[in-house]
């Protein structure tokens, strides 16, 4: 008697745990973040944004023959560690690994009393990089890949985003100096880190480029869901809140 | 740096104006020379819609997607269209992670894009 015909399962793609699979809306593990503006909102990256696309580079090389892989891993389990102080990165429960998401909290311009609650799906994340995809509501809607790799005897760690302002606010923010404020931070980040691991004197290799100088008009309801909007009315009725707790507290 | 894994083809169809660019083993930042040059060959031909043939793909990391956007731009700049056929479930999936899908037309094979392409 023959037996069924055998059907040889097809072949595992080799990225396949390395990418998040698809989620409708976002929901995060993250406990102990002042505010959650993340989950059921979706992601969203250039392809969805408003502003002109711009694709920036940040490398710095480290002294000393270090593996790449190392380099990666521990900047996976100390991520928030290395950001500049104005912006708080709250990690999910299970670290950086594809399919979570992490909550943000920043102050687009340091000092300034308005802060932005915002978050980060990770999609990808392997040995050698991992990325971020923006939620609907973010500043910017982008991609953002963080690598490691070794260039001859050194390591290199880089920063590369592909972002464009959410709507016609943060394009305008992002042209009045948000774009210099932002690349500012991810060399800061970058300093930091390659402090930590110690090079002396770090040099961060920075380059902008504008991708694409079309602003994508039939995103400009990207406003409803707008981060820089929510936040500032929320600074402006903070003194008001304040008020009517005292209030409540007397009562 | 160029990826070695990667491997594209262009091939014309029977519509004058529509070439199928395939790409075979890995997409990564690395893939940009060999995918470029396809894409620019196949406009030079006088492509107006480029399918993108990912039946050969065996692996695409972020830097690759990153990659796929880029080429997006370039070709709406240049008043193209890019449609994509061949991907499996998993690409298939990728491309709906990330919102690529409704940027670039997906189609089951070439045929079927070919009949988009003239609609």
């Known amino acids: 008697m023959k037996g069924a015909p055998v059907v040889e399962p097809a072949a595992e793609p080799k990225d396949a745990g390395s990418w998040a699979h698809p989620v409708e809306r976002l929901a995060t593990t993250v406990i102990g973040a002042p505010d959650d503006a993340v989950t059921g909102r979706r992601a969203a990256g250039p392809v969805q944004g408003f502003g002109q696309m711009w694709q920036k580079t940040f490398r710095v090389r480290l002294d000393g023959v270090q593996s790449s892989r190392a380099v990666m891993a521990m900047w996976k389990d100390e991520f928030p560690t290395f950001w500049p102080k104005s912006a708080k990165f709250y990690a999910p429960l299970a670290g950086i690994a594809p399919g979570e998401v992490a909550l943000l909290d920043m102050k687009p311009i340091p000092g300034s009393p308005v802060r932005f609650s915002t978050g980060v799906l990770v999609i990808y994340a392997d040995d050698e990089s991992f990325t971020f995809m923006t939620p609907e509501g973010h500043i910017l809607s982008a991609w953002i890949t963080f690598s490691t790799y070794e260039d001859g005897d050194v390591t290199v760690v880089q920063v590369q985003a592909l972002e464009r302002p959410s709507d016609p606010i943060d394009e305008l923010g992002y042209m009045l100096g948000g774009n210099r404020l932002n690349s500012r931070f991810w060399e800061e980040t970058l300093r930091t880190l390659a402090r930590h691991v110690g090079t002396s004197d770090p040099v961060v290799e920075t380059t902008v480029v504008c991708v694409d100088r079309q602003r994508q008009w039939r995103y400009v309801r990207n406003l409803r869901r707008s981060a820089t909007i929510h936040s500032m009315m929320r600074t402006a009725s903070a003194p008001g809140r304040w008020v009517a707790g005292l209030v409540r507290g007397r009562n | ?119």
């Open chain 2, 1 to 119: 740096m160029s990826d070695p894994g990667t491997r594209v083809e262009v091939h014309p169809t029977d519509d004058p104006v529509t070439s199928v660019v395939a790409i075979f083993g890995d997409v990564t930042t690395g893939s940009e020379p060999a995918l470029m040059t396809a894409f620019g060959k196949a406009v030079d031909g006088g492509a107006r819609t480029i399918v993108l043939d990912f039946a050969g793909l065996e692996y695409m990391n972020s830097g690759g997607i990153g990659l796929l956007v880029t080429l997006l731009v370039r070709a709406k700049r240049q008043g193209q269209r890019l449609l994509a056929v061949g991907l499996s479930d998993h690409y298939r999936e990728i491309f709906s992670l990330i919102r690529l899908d409704e940027a670039i037309g997906i189609h089951v094979d070439t045929s079927a894009a070919l009949a988009a392409s003239r609609s």
